[in-house]
């Protein structure tokens, strides 16, 4: 059973900053398609942050200078560095991947992880 489970999340000031983690568990061969995305309440879930199958990495443009993914294989993490937070940063923040849990799978299945809720408050 793969999970990924998120953490990070949490209460900080305009301005202050707050890294969040993503670690996959379980069986897994492989992962692609790290990424982050969030849902403020009343709005859709948008993507954050990602880096893609090909080792692109892409940001919403609301983060872009200010937000930083990154991730380490060997640790089946994925990370999100958030500098520079704003009130409108104020959203659950949910971690996916694409994993194959195995040499045999055909194609990889998408997880979700359960979220982690960042305010921002003044």
């Known amino acids: 059973q793969v999970q990924l489970v998120e953490s990070g999340g949490g209460l900080v000031q305009p301005g202050g900053s707050l890294r969040l983690s993503c670690t996959a568990s379980g069986r897994i061969f492989n992962i692609n398609n790290e990424g982050w995305y969030r849902q403020a309440p009343g709005k859709q879930r948008e993507l954050v942050a990602q880096?893609?199958?090909?080792?692109?990495?892409n940001y919403a443009d609301s983060v872009k200078g200010r937000f930083t993914i990154s991730r380490d294989n060997a640790q089946n993490t994925v990370y999100l560095q958030m500098n520079s937070l704003k009130h409108e940063d104020t959203a659950v923040y949910y971690c996916?991947?694409?994993?194959?849990?195995?040499?045999?799978?055909?194609?990889?299945?998408?997880?979700w992880g359960q979220g982690t809720q960042v305010t921002v408050f003044s």
């Open positions: 880096i893609t199958t090909g080792g692109s990495i």
């Open positions: 996916t991947a694409d994993i194959w849990g195995s040499l045999q799978e055909r194609a990889p299945r998408s997880y």
